[in-house]
């Protein structure tokens, strides 16, 4: 048999063998390397973002968006010609629906609005979010509910309005002016003519005026920004300097520097045709928060979106009564420079304008400090919707350094004006329901509505019979107010927060009380009043006062015996009473204290509930605090419901 045995060069030998390994080795490489198409894993926020991620929340595009754009080949040229771009996809709009488009025209409107600060844009974006919510069939928004869409084309529509009605003269850092009127405002694609009646803006006997866009404002200081989502530009209004022709019952208790917590929506006809043609017309309509909640449009009850939280904090934000605080306290009559002329003068304010039906919450604040210091519960119980709907949150401020029984008898006064005015015939059933809360200083006033002191306070002031002193009317008006008190018959709970019913541990110094007697300004008509008593009686208790006349620290002296006669009266039965102390540190609570208020100076009996948190004395913004005002104010209203 013989053997063929097949030869080949040796250098082709090699050579293919190279070939074939180097060839093996890119396969291998190729391998490990991504495919044209595949996945990258990516965390849980990541992966969000990327599905959420819009012209509001990332300055870009929607994935919605950027699918218009991929499917008609125009991503790269919106970002080189975004207004050709935008006026071709306008110009292939079909006649009905196409709300894709319609979509992605809202979103890249409002996004080249921000970049060239064009209003005409930012209009164009709330025209195309109006169309697609608001067709002309008057069917509604096409899209899901589930369509991460729907929500945010209510925020583009929002937005844009608010940024597309923005005074152009405003620089970039500056707070966002919207200017609501009349006019003829231009779009890429045609004019948008909007009417507005200027008969909306008065609201409490005054006119509302300079809106700020509270879209375009950071909240601090509050726990909890409160906000109702629906449809509208959320705007905090200030209020004009003095009053409308069209006076209103008890404008001139609206507190000082009121900001208007108000929406603004611009109402457009038939828009979705009328795209085409580029002609769209329409109506400017202004709300505010505590007068109308929801709108009606195409014949759907829509809620109206509000800021109130953000309108509060504007209006607390730098102001002046902050800083007067401790100064008022020495030298009282300051708080009045701060409050303005029109308004009333007897230390009562509200917060918006009476309302009939809902229930008077009175807060009182302590020593050294403004009804501001309530702004944390203020939030918390507006944001409560079972509160909002029930009650009506007033403020009392005071000189807080004039004696205990002197601001006691102003605020029965003013309580007594405010209903007087607000309800002169008695048909306001919600306001003989009046809950009162003091902290500190604030809760002995507050007791002293609820009490009868007989004719104790005044046997301390003189040894005379009261009706054996004479005096002119208003000083006998002013003794009477200030030292005979009966339960004012429409408060019906009282609260006490950090309240030294037994004294404050300060107030035991007589270096303290003899300081704060030598710095202090009393009030004038205070000092006549004790003056022209003095002296038509000859009485030497009165006399004393006069050398000696107390502050509110001597009222607060663990051992000034007004103070314990104060402690030795109680509440009255038929007033529900409830405590809030609080007890800084873990040591058992009978020995505690919040550096200011020993527990037991703050423990009543008669209380029928007592809450102790473990806190300082400043506690009223705490949040154990807040909730139990919540459950006593739900209580109260609850009771009066079943009854």
Known sequence: MTKIIASFPYKQTVGSCFNFFVFCLFALLVEGCATPVGIDPVNIQTGYQLNTQNALSAGQPSEATKMILRRNGLMDRFENEPEKVLAELHAELKPMDDEDKLFALAELSLLHGQKTDDHAYFLAAAVYAWSLLFPDDGHGVQLKVSDPRYRLTYDLYNHALAQGLADPEEDED??????????????????????????????????????????????????????????????????????????????????PRTKVPVTAIARLQHARSSLAGGQIKGHLELYTNDQVTTVKVADQELPLEFDPTAAYAYRLNNNPIYSLELLNFIQGGLFSGAIPKDRINDGLFTLFPYRKGKIPLVLVHGTASSPLRWGEMINELEGDQRIRENYQIWVFIYDSANPVPYSAGVLSQALENALNEFDPDHKDPALQQMVVIGHSQGGLLTKMMAIDSGNRFWNLTSD???DQIKVSP??????????????????????????????????????????????VTLPQNMMRGLAQAAASSGDEKLLSKLRRPPTAADNMNPNNPGLKTLA?????????????????GDGPKEEGDDGVVAYQSAHIDEAISEKVVNWNHSCQGQPEVIEEVRRILLEHSSVLHRN
């Open 174 to 255: 500056d707070e966002v002016e919207v200017l609501l009127r009349s006019g003829t405002y231009q779009l890429p694609f045609g004019t948008l003519n909007l009417s507005f009646d200027e008969s909306g803006l008065s609201w409490g006997g005054y006119q509302l005026e300079h809106f700020i866009s509270t879209a375009f404002l950071d909240v601090r200081g509050f726990r909890n920004r409160y906000r109702t989502p629906g449809l509208g530009a959320t705007l905090a209004a200030s209020i004009s300097s003095g009053t409308t022709s069209n006076e209103v019952v008890g404008s001139r208790r609206l507190g």
């Open 464 to 466: 005379k019979p009261f």
């Open 474 to 519: 208003d000083v006998e008006a002013l003794l009477k107010r200030t030292l005979f008190f009966k339960p004012l018959p429409f408060v019906k709970r009282v609260v006490f927060i950090s309240t030294p019913h037994h004294g404050a541990m300060a107030a035991a110094s007589a270096w303290v009380t003899g300081l704060v007697a030598k710095l």
């Open 568 to 584: 030795s009266i109680p509440v009255a039965p038929h007033i529900p009473a409830h405590s809030i102390i609080a007890v800084d």
